[in-house]
């Protein structure tokens, strides 16, 4: 009840939200042939995933939606949230990720654990764990659970951390330095604090295979975010040369590595045999991948361009554009896009759309979804599997 | 805890030029403030000091009567083993050979400013004192147990992760305090930036996890995760402040162990699992980590004052500067009140940090603080000394009067 209490008033200390990020969403889409056979939902709706969403979270118990926040409200450290507070008014990029988190979570998108425990019941108790005596609710071990928070704070972690702004890259609009260098305190901190949760949870684990496979997939998305800060903010807007192979294994590590090797853990932790643990490992990459590349597509498939997003010059649509392309074209495009040397993202946006990159990336996403699903079939048929075919479905959807 | 603490230093008369003598004229001996509970134990103070000091922590340990009283260096690195005399750090290092390079192996990946950042800091030039202290009770602990000299490579991994796991806080730390140098070089995020610094630490954290994954023991692991707890809630208790006098040298004490001693303390322990069963001994590996541990902070907070920036590789004044009153400014603040004012602002207003400074200097806070480590060096000796007789555990001991007399 405490919990909920203090969720409830965060949002009113983190100030005024503006349209809040729904990466998740999947939007009025042009319609184009579904993969595998979708059961007739047809509502165009943010309310589509939402549905999807709380439908899964009917079957593995309980929402999902406070997992990560649950620590950083403690009380030993609710000091957290009263640090944050004191960015309010300042630019600092760990205030949005904070709203960004509170907001998602009211409305359960905190995917990561959630898929973590679809798995779980998916896969059920092994044939050696029939005979023990852990106690499951809802068909889900406790230590399965406890690695689903545990996955969750990972994310959030490096989240937080993915906020922190080079001091002397700073201009005067974004405010006075010493907020700057609060802010970026206060998300280490964080971070930290997060990531010590995450190792101690890990230890409580009892199982060394569990935490070398958490620790390697925090090494991988560690690069991962490297990676993703290296590619922003070239001079020119041109950023580097890399073809799509690259672009797969940077997304593995930023996106992929996480779900897929805590896909894997939670079948180590109830016992399962190799061949158990490497389906839910290839789920979890491909179910990544194909969330990344519907998140990357979204900037060219609304029809509004009212929102005139922009996007990121090493998204899956516009990697594909540039590897059609060749090196030399797509640069004298970027160059024919700016103007005065600002980049004018819509004129940008209808260059890609007219090439070949969108499409490619559709049937990306679309190749591992159906991977994703493939690997699901190695599962005995039941609600959690469903469960997890329809978020398969959801993001691969682009109708 | 702390106030008894408080009430005898009142009550010591050789602390020359007190504002506030205290109640009565005092003897060295004689018995702390009017206002502590009736303790016929009291009557030594020095054994209240350690009382209070030590209740402070949960692993309380039965405190003996304490004989040395003075104030001067402690000299009982007897060797009783009848081997040579060896410099402590030489003898670690038979063991730690390749050290760097093996911490180098575990951070291979791909990514090569990355792997540049995060190897940056395993050149050579640190002190290596962790993983020495490590290394060495390995062997103390495997000679108690069995009188093997050998040891295993689970407990050199430990001497690994330990210094990554340092590291990997100092990354942080100094991106949070904004430094600029360290170790006679620039710090990280000055070269490469905040952001990528911050993922640097990050990285050397995760490939210390692996490692201790990959040794395979479920305690061993939990040993050492309460670590990295530690060392973010002492970072928490550095952001916040006590106005209460007494509570503030409990905070400071707790805040020390948290960042500095809780490594020490418990990669002695690790070792010690790792090498005999015994529960007493990983007990004793424990006290002794930490309260090396607490003795090392104490003099470094000291050196922070006295050292000139050269010999440290960092700037001095560094605590008064990011706001943290150490043991010596909370000694001094006893003398000279006035500091209180400065203290709660953080030493915030121009010309305050030198005017700490020199309160400082003119106070005994350097020597009270000194002496504090001294009593800390002593408990760790104690403990160690009941260890079967070894070259390590001799080297153990001198370890111990090394973090007092070190200038660097």
Partial sequence: MRLQHLLLRLPGYLGALGPPRRLWRSRSLNSISPVGSWRGQSSRSPAHWNQVVSEAEKIVGYPTSFMSLRCLLSDELSNIAMQVRKLVGTQHPLLTTARGLVHESRHNLQLRGLVVLLISKAAGPSRVNASQNYDTVSGIYSCQRSLAEITELIHTALLVHRGIVNLNELQSSDGPLKDMQFGNKIAILSGDFLLANACNGLALLQNTKVVELLASALMDLVQGVYHENSASAKENYITDDIGISTWKEQTFLSHGALLAKSCQAAMELAKHDAEVQDMAFQYGKHMAMSHKINSDLQPFIKEKTSDCATFHLNSAPVVLHQEFLGRDLWIKQIKEAQEKGRLDYAKLRETIKAGKGVTSAIDLCRYHGNKALEALESFPPSEARSALENIVFAVTRFS | ?408
């Fill in chain 2, 1 to 408: 805890m702390a106030s008894r603490w408080w009430r005898w230093r009142r009550g010591c008369s050789w602390r020359p030029a007190a504002r506030n003598p205290g109640p009565g004229s005092r003897r060295h001996a004689g018995p702390p403030g009017p206002r502590a509970a009736p303790d016929p134990l009291a009557q030594m103070p020095c054994f209240s000091l350690v009382k209070s000091l030590t209740s402070a922590f949960p692993n309380v340990y039965t405190v003996s009567r304490f004989h040395h009283m003075t104030p001067a260096v402690c000299c009982c690195s007897k060797t009783q083993s009848g081997e040579k005399y060896t410099d402590p750090f030489k003898l670690g290092w038979r063991d730690l050979k390749g050290l760097y390079e093996d911490i180098r192996k575990e951070l291979l990946i791909s990514t090569t400013e990355l792997k540049e950042m995060s190897e940056y800091y395993f050149d050579g030039k640190g002190k290596a004192f962790r993983p020495i202290i490590v290394v060495l009770m390995a062997r103390a602990c495997n000679i108690h147990h069995n009188n093997s000299r050998d040891m295993q490579a689970s407990q050199r991994s430990i001497a690994l992760i330990a210094e990554m796991i340092h590291t990997a806080s100092l990354v942080h730390d100094d991106v949070i305090d904004d430094a600029s140098s360290r170790r006679g070089k620039h710090t990280v995020n000055k070269i490469w930036g905040e952001k990528k610094a911050v993922l640097a630490g990050d990285l050397i954290l995760s490939a210390a996890s692996i490692a201790l994954a990959r040794i395979g023991n479920t305690t061993v692991i939990s040993i050492l995760t309460q670590v990295i707890e530690d060392l973010v809630r002492g970072e928490f208790l550095q952001l916040g402040s006590k106005e209460n006098e007494n509570e503030r040298f409990a905070h400071y004490l707790e805040k020390t162990f948290k960042k500095t001693a809780s490594l020490i303390a418990n990669s002695c322990k690790a070792v010690s699992v790792l090498g005999c069963p015994d529960p007493m001994v990983h007990e004793i590996a424990y006290q002794y980590g930490k309260n090396v541990g607490i003795a090392f902070q104490l003099i470094d907070d000291v050196l922070d004052f006295t050292s000139c920036s050269d010999q440290m590789g960092k700037p001095t004044s560094a605590d008064l500067k990011l706001g943290l009153a150490t043991g010596p400014v909370l000694f001094a603040c006893q003398q000279f009140p006035e500091m209180n004012a400065m203290i709660m602002r953080r030493f915030s207003l121009p010309g305050d940090v030198d005017r700490a400074r020199q309160y400082v200097l003119q106070s005994d806070g350097v020597q009270q603080t000194t002496y504090l480590a001294q009593r800390y060096c002593h408990e760790a000796v104690r403990e160690i000394s009941k260890l079967r007789p070894s070259p390590e555990r001799d080297a153990l001991i001198q370890l111990s009067e090394i973090v007092l007399t070190r200038d660097k």
